[in-house]
């Protein structure tokens, strides 16, 4: 299975102490960067979770570079490539795209970006995902940015943007979030094993929402410096706020 086109010391606490530089996964023989040198932070979220906002204002406030996986193919297609032609090709006739393509791509942006601090979204989308990064990288995300949110409000936000569509674009919005729940969710909760994932109250105003994003990635000892209060994980990471379908 594969991708759909649509290190400091780590806390258990929802801090992060950057010592060196990082990737990020809204997750490498051909870096140029050093594998232990790079940062890596994986976004993840359902469909309406404002990881998209979430993730420019990061981006914005913490110079790290936005890789997403179905943007990626997306442009190799358009480039008229050998590879480009062969993805295309396999949309087209309803085949996933292996996971060593979306993982060759994600490594040479990495490689191009002249960054060391990466947010990854659109990937991994499951388990398999998941294991061949990896496998493959030898790297492993500094932790998982969780955009937790209530599928009645997720639905509420896209329905909005989406105002004019059919009536039934409810049925395909549901049917992602399942997708989302029975694939997606259980490389959170690998991750949440691990003390990985920081879990963020996406239902919230977007101002609200990037005060605790930027509890997460301001250096714990800068926050000390000027008396901010050092967020928790408040619980688990579970299916309690998707409805089962």
Same mark, same amino acid.
């Given at each position: 299975?594969g991708?759909?086109?649509?290190?400091?010391?780590?806390?258990?606490?929802?801090?992060?102490?950057?010592?060196?530089?990082?990737v990020?996964?809204?997750?490498?023989?051909?870096?140029?960067?050093?594998?232990?040198?790079?940062?890596?932070?994986?976004l993840?979220?359902?469909?309406g979770?404002?990881?998209?906002?979430?993730?420019?204002?990061?981006v914005?406030?913490?110079?790290?570079?936005?890789?997403?996986?179905g943007?990626?193919l997306r442009?190799? /297609?358009k480039?008229?490539?050998? +590879?480009?032609t062969?993805i295309?090709?396999m949309?087209?006739?309803? @085949? *996933?795209? !292996?996971?060593?393509?979306?993982?060759?791509?994600?490594?040479?942006?990495m490689?191009?970006?002249?960054?060391?601090?990466?947010l /990854?979204?659109g990937?991994?989308r +499951?388990?398999?995902?998941?294991a061949?990064?990896?496998?493959v990288? @030898? *790297?492993? !995300?500094?932790f998982?940015l969780?955009?937790?949110?209530?599928?009645?409000?997720m639905?509420?936000?896209?329905?909005?943007?989406?105002q004019?569509r059919?009536?039934? +674009?409810?049925?395909?919005?549901?049917?992602?979030?399942?997708?989302f729940?029975?694939?997606?969710?259980?490389?959170?909760?690998?991750?949440?094993?691990k003390?990985?994932?920081?879990?963020i109250?996406?239902?919230?105003?977007?101002?609200e929402?990037?005060?605790?994003?930027?509890a997460?990635?301001?250096?714990?000892?800068?926050?000390?410096?000027?008396?901010d209060?050092?967020?928790?994980?408040?619980?688990p990471?579970?299916?309690?706020?998707?409805?089962?379908?």
């Amino acid at each position: 299975m594969g991708t759909v086109v649509e290190t400091p010391v780590k806390e258990a606490d929802a801090t992060v102490t950057v010592k060196k530089p990082t990737v990020v996964f809204v997750l490498g023989k051909h870096f140029v960067l050093a594998l232990s040198s790079v940062f890596v932070v994986i976004l993840s979220g359902g469909p309406g979770s404002g990881k998209g906002t979430q993730c420019a204002n990061i981006v914005e406030h913490f110079g790290y570079t936005h890789l997403s996986a179905g943007d990626l193919l997306r442009a190799e /297609i358009k480039s008229g490539s050998e +590879n480009g032609t062969m993805i295309q090709n396999m949309i087209k006739e309803g @085949k *996933i795209v !292996p996971s060593e393509v979306t993982i060759k791509l994600l490594q040479k942006a990495m490689e191009e970006s002249g960054n060391d601090k990466f947010l /990854i979204d659109g990937f991994p989308r +499951n388990e398999e995902n998941r294991a061949a990064f990896e496998a493959v990288t @030898k *790297i492993e !995300p500094e932790f998982v940015l969780f955009f937790d949110c209530s599928e009645e409000e997720m639905e509420r936000r896209i329905l909005n943007r989406n105002q004019g569509r059919e009536d039934d +674009n409810v049925e395909t919005i549901r049917k992602r979030f399942k997708v989302f729940l029975e694939s997606s969710l259980p490389v959170v909760q690998y991750y949440e094993a691990k003390g990985k994932v920081r879990k963020i109250d996406a239902a919230k105003p977007v101002a609200e929402v990037f005060d605790a994003v930027k509890a997460v990635f301001t250096p714990k000892d800068e926050k000390a410096a000027k008396g901010d209060f050092i967020y928790g994980i408040a619980e688990p990471v579970s299916s309690r706020i998707y409805r089962q379908l």
